[in-house]
């Protein structure tokens, strides 16, 4: 990735390497492609990533009013994108710990949806507890259960995105 390269094209060049963006869908405003674009680059600049979009808590967790702009004008010179790479080996690796991380979810809008919230929620109320993070993100997806979300949290637990010491109550009562 080089220096010179504008916001657009590094987003454009790295969603063809992540291979989970369509543009003909996302013009068609398919929410869940917008939603998974979304949630992609969220985690990927949690993977120590940064390309220069900043998140807020919305309707369906994370979002980037930027990175939406950015994906419009991306849809018009998608097929012209070329593929890169970090010129950073660290971070070409972190890339590839990335990969590995949503591999198996990559077109999952509802895993994506779970794991960045909970990842974003945790991140900005870090006195927040299990218990509270779940109550918040079941606000915005009726669906999950708390089997599912210890899941999701373990599994960030395991790529260190949280903090795998169990939470206690005042009682010193596990929260979840």
């Known amino acids: 990735m080089s220096e010179d390269m504008d916001r657009v094209e590094v ?4 969603l063809l390497r992540i291979g989970n963006f369509g543009p003909r869908n996302f013009q068609k405003k398919n929410f ?3 939603l998974i674009l979304q949630k ?3 985690l990927m600049q949690e993977f120590n990533l ?6 807020n808590w ?3 967790g994370p979002y980037s009013p930027s990175l939406t702009k950015d994906a419009f004008e991306l849809v018009n010179n998608y097929n012209e994108t070329a593929s890169i790479n970090f010129i950073d080996p660290e971070a070409e690796e972190r890339f590839l710990e990335f990969l590995n991380f949503i591999n198996n979810h990559i077109k999952d809008e509802d895993w994506l949806e779970a794991i960045a919230s ?3 929620l945790r991140k900005n109320y870090p006195d927040w507890d299990k218990k509270r993070v779940y109550k918040e993100v ?3 997806m009726l669906n999950l259960n708390g089997t599912d979300f210890k899941e999701y949290w373990d599994y960030l637990v395991s790529y260190g995105l949280v903090e795998g010491r ?3 109550d005042s009682r010193g009562v596990s929260s979840m």
């Open 11 to 14: 987003l454009g060049g790295l």
């Open 32 to 34: 869940n492609d917008r």
């Open 40 to 42: 992609t680059i969220y």
């Open 50 to 55: 940064y390309i220069g979009y900043d998140f």
């Open 58 to 60: 919305y309707l369906k």
């Open 118 to 120: 909970i990842h974003y």
């Open 138 to 140: 079941k606000k915005k």
């Open 166 to 168: 169990d939470y206690f």
